[in-house]
């Protein structure tokens, strides 16, 4: 077992650094080293407008270099090792205070002071996703909302996609605590892309019950676009992209570091991360390591058995960051065991195991797993790159990931169903000079995938994929206004292989390509300094994944044999998204209104009522087939701010999915959610608590009777109250947050239209309270 381990880290390090090479010697053979800029040092001071005092602590960062740094007690900051020609986008932000975005020039040797204006809203953040590099959102012409740590750390939550849930449009299918998968505007699973690291995150997004294999306390920043991106990343990004962001490097000669602890009352969820890193003339380095676990989840109706999860994530990066660029190496081992709540109720209601034996209380709160369990293994290792020249630059990713996927139900050392699926991406991306406005650039990218199964069970065949796929991309920016617009093609081959089980043939051999041209274009305006609009229309791809090709077996957790149609077609959907958006100091106003008709819509059917006899059961028989469907809704906000005190925020989230050609609706669309909360931010002048916050919010899910009668049942609406309360001690330079939020405070009993455990009238978690400790550490030279 040792051996084979250290075996698969040796051929991730040989595929990374064979990618390094291949980078580092195309690039040499494109330009004469001399072409590199030369070493420059920027500075500059951060101060209130009103009262010119310096501002300590402003975070100051340039996106496209992945650096940070502080302002120092007089309010000053320096960069070093920064390329001396070309605009990049700075961005400084402080808390009570307006984020200041601007593009400046690096190759100016003045001094880059920055005037803060105080206000109770911050606006104009820089996205990356959605985008071909770093812009003010406000020239985003797609859906692109931003998540801080302090947010996600600020509400309860079991895993990532859980900590994101709150963004207007944005769902989950569950099952149970540990599963969680992105839902954007009624699209789930292949359709939707989860990237860290730079890399799209590849572990058979395809099954119900596979969760997102990312250590949630990693993300710095998450960005949520919402709606068709299949412009920048090809396939598979018809219903958005979850982008999950590390924190910048640290200026040179800069530590820094965090430390979080928190723990959940309801199912005893402790969790705990740490991470250091730093940059010593030009060598940047983290390291981070997590740990997590729990036991079952508990509800109105009592506690629900082998719900618990256990997780155990190390992550580094090492790099260089040099005026001619930077390159990172990123490395993460992710593992987790998961229960899945399999056991049947008495006559009393009383959980009881395969022998009809009750439950015990110590068992349904014990850390321990019981069959059947998942035993889930993601390794990932991703070089990203960036090199500029003299006036235009390279991007480039290669990567390496390996999902291991077991599920275990009668054993608890031998799978029933083991997964194996190995993945070799590369991305690379030119930027021409910007001149008059004008910025292009193209790029391409690929994979490469080879799935094995390591089981006796089947659920799907060993297969291989190959993708490959480039654009061309321009954005023209005025005063007040921005066009963008691109063209892509991309292709798939996926090919599967003849199997046998129990010595019986189930799988036969076939191979299938897929191709496509997908466009978009773009345009936003400032109407005046604080309205804002902004319009997206595209085309978008997807190719039928492997299950939907191929499968045939008894789809665990779902109830029913699945059947694959080799005979389908890609989705092609054409998309438009308009937003209206109002930045005031009192008010903060949003309306993004989305259409989506897609071509070919993918989904499972039972057909004339057909069965089959499997696992000593009776299955409904599911095939899959296809029909043209439309989505489309809206999210509207509204946050009010009479005073700096208060902010009282609304919002509401409504998606239809339609059948178009059976004139029924579609499955798993969540329920319209009305969200209210109402937030105090009280200053305490001689106290040393800053940043003091106390928040009640309640969460208003309404019936959702708008459903698919072959997988769903109507869900009745329900309230949630929930609450927080947290606050900054300062103890001499070091500040230690600290907070506790509750969910679900009036211990309501119910099920979201979404959860997969609904079918047995299993219910969400009942009331849970998280007590939430998190200390920034920061060493300046």
């Known amino acids: 077992m040792l051996l084979a381990y250290l075996l698969g880290w040796l051929h991730l390090l040989t595929t990374i650094t064979m990618g390094f090479l291949t980078s580092l010697v195309s690039i040499l053979l494109l330009i004469n080293i001399n072409s590199f800029a030369s070493v420059l040092s920027i500075n500059g001071k951060i101060t209130d407008a009103k009262t010119q005092s310096p501002l300590v602590g402003a975070t100051v960062s340039i996106p496209d270099l992945h650096v940070s740094v502080p302002s120092n007690k007089y309010g000053e900051y320096s960069f070093a090792g920064i390329p001396v020609k070309g605009l990049f986008l700075i961005e400084i932000r402080y808390i009570g205070y307006k984020t200041i975005t601007q593009m400046v020039d690096l190759s100016s040797t003045s001094p880059m002071n920055f005037e803060m204006e105080p206000s109770v809203i911050e606006v104009h953040e820089v996205v990356v996703t959605g985008t071909i590099s770093g812009t003010d959102n406000k020239t985003n ?85 919402r709606g068709a991106a299949s412009l920048q990343y090809g396939s598979d990004a018809m219903g958005g992209v979850i982008n999950i962001l590390d924190p910048f490097s640290p200026a040179m000669g800069n530590i820094n570091g965090e430390i979080l602890t928190n723990y959940a009352t309801n199912n005893g969820l402790s969790g705990t991360s740490a ?6 003339k030009g060598f940047v380095w983290r390291g981070r390591g997590t740990y997590k676990n729990a036991y079952g989840y508990n509800t109105p109706d009592g506690r629900i058995p082998n719900t618990g999860f ?83 630059k390279l991007r480039t990713t290669f990567a390496y990931q390996n999902n291991q996927r077991r599920e275990l139900e009668e054993s608890f050392t031998e799978p029933s169903l083991f997964f194996d699926l190995k993945t070799y991406s590369y991305d690379a991306k030119y930027y021409f000079q910007e001149k008059n406005g004008w910025a292009p650039a193209i790029g391409v990218s690929g ?53 046998e089980e129990e010595g019986e043939p189930k799988f036969s051999d076939f191979s299938k390509s897929f191709s496509n041209f997908s466009g978009a ?109 439309n989505l489309y809704g809206f999210e509207a906000g509204l946050t009010l701010h009479p005073v700096s ?105 119910y099920i979201n239209h979404l959860s997969r455990l609904k079918i047995d009238g299993i219910l969400n978690q009942g009331r849970n309270i998280v007590f939430g400790l998190f200390v920034p550490l920061e060493f300046v030279k």
């Open 310 to 392: 256990k997780e155990t994530d190390l992550s580094a990066l090492v790099g260089l960051n040099k005026s001619w660029g930077y390159t990172h190496l990123d490395l993460s081992s992710f593992r987790t065991k998961l229960g899945l709540p399999d056991f049947e109720r008495n006559d009393d209601g009383e959980f009881q195991d395969g022998d009809g034996n009750i439950l015990t209380a110590n068992q349904l709160k014990s850390r321990d797993l019981m069959l059947p369990f998942q035993d889930v293994r993601h390794y990932k290792a991703a070089l990203n790159s960036q090199f500029f020249f003299n006036k235009s």
């Open 447 to 499: 994979a490469f995938q080879k799935s094995v199964n390591k089981a006796e069970e089947l659920l799907v065949p060993d297969y291989d994929n190959r993708d490959l796929g480039g654009f061309a991309y321009i954005k023209k920016t005025w005063t007040n206004s921005t066009v963008n617009a691109g063209l892509r093609f991309d292709s798939r081959h996926v090919s599967g292989i003849q199997m």
């Open 645 to 749: 005190l208060i902010h009282f925020e609304n919002d509401f989230s409504l998606t239809r999915g339609r059948n178009l050609a059976t004139d029924t609706w579609l499955p798993f669309i969540p329920a319209p959610l009305l969200k209210n909360q109402l937030r105090f931010e009280p200053e305490f002048k001689s106290s040393p608590l800053k940043n003091t916050w106390f928040s009640v919010g309640i969460d208003n899910y309404f019936e959702q009777n708008l459903f698919d009668r072959d997988f769903e049942s109507s869900t009745k609406g329900y309230t949630l109250l929930n609450a927080s309360v947290g606050s900054t001690l300062k103890i001499n330079n070091q500040a230690i947050k600290f907070y506790i939020t509750g969910n679900n405070l009036l211990d309501k009993a």
């Open 141 to 225: 012409s797609t859906s692109v909302t931003s998540i801080n740590k302090a947010d996600m750390l600020s509400r309860p939550s079991n895993n990532i996609i859980d900590a994101i849930s709150s963004v207007p449009g944005v769902s989950q299918v569950t099952t149970g605590a540990a599963v969680s998968k992105p839902v954007i505007r009624g699209l789930s699973y292949n359709r939707v892309i989860t990237l860290s690291d730079g890399v799209k995150q590849e572990g058979q997004q395809w099954g119900d019950e596979h969760g997102i294999e990312i250590d949630q306390y990693k993300a710095d920043r998450v960005e949520v676009l």
């Open 275 to 280: 991470m250091l890193q730093g940059n010593t």
């Open 521 to 629: 274009i773009g345009f936003t305006h400032n109407i005046t300094s604080t309205l804002n609009f902004k319009l997206n229309v595209g085309s978008a791809f997807r190719a039928p994944n492997i299950a939907e090709l191929s499968s045939e077996g008894v789809h665990e957790g779902t109830r029913r044999y699945e059947i694959g149609n080799p005979n389908l077609k890609a989705e092609q959907s054409l998309n438009s998204d308009a937003a209206l958006e109002l930045h005031t100091n009192k008010i903060d106003a949003h309306l993004n209104i989305f259409n989506n008709y897609i071509n070919n819509y993918i989904f499972a059917s039972q057909l004339n009522g057909e069965t089959i006899e499997a696992q000593d059961d009776t299955y409904p028989v599911y095939r899959y087939v296809q029909d043209n469907a």
